[in-house]
Nanobody, 126 residues
Framework: QVQLVESGGGLVQPGGSLSLSCAAS????????MGWFRQAPGKEREIVAAISRVGMNTYYTNSVKGRFTISRDNAKNTVNLQMKSLKAEDTAVYYC???????????????????WGQGTQVTVSS
């Protein structure tokens, strides 16, 4: 079992940047494919980005392509989400999640993720 804790959220102006981090404990992070999700008020939780167990494969939802970058450091048991050119519509609670997947697989379905962090708020506003 793995425990996940997100950090790095906050308030940022449109066009600004923010970096989120997800720290894992209790189990080696290399065991898990990882994903970042977000949930805005009144909306369903959606996938933002995902990365395979050793980082060879990644996925981005269309709305963040070219602006967000997911990365992982298995030695440090962390997964990061760098966000640039932020827009008001990026405002949401951001969650990281872990899935026991095959080494090259990127997990896209929310239902496949077994472990979730508590979330960190990102607000993009002037």
């Amino acid at each position: 079992q793995v425990q996940l804790v997100e950090s790095g959220g906050g308030l940022v102006q449109p066009g600004g940047s923010l970096s989120l981090s997800c720290a894992a404990s209790g189990s080696p992070l290399s065991t898990y494919a990882m994903g970042w999700f977000r949930q805005a008020p009144g909306k369903e939780r959606e996938i933002v980005a995902a990365i395979s167990r050793v980082g060879m494969n990644t996925y981005y939802t269309n709305s963040v392509k070219g602006r967000f970058t997911i990365s992982r450091d298995n030695a440090k048991n962390t997964v990061n989400l760098q966000m640039k050119s932020l827009k008001a519509e990026d405002t949401a609670v951001y969650y990281c999640a872990a899935d026991r997947a095959n080494v090259f697989d990127v997990t896209l379905a929310i239902s496949q993720y077994d472990y979730w962090g508590q979330g960190t708020q990102v607000t993009v506003s002037s």
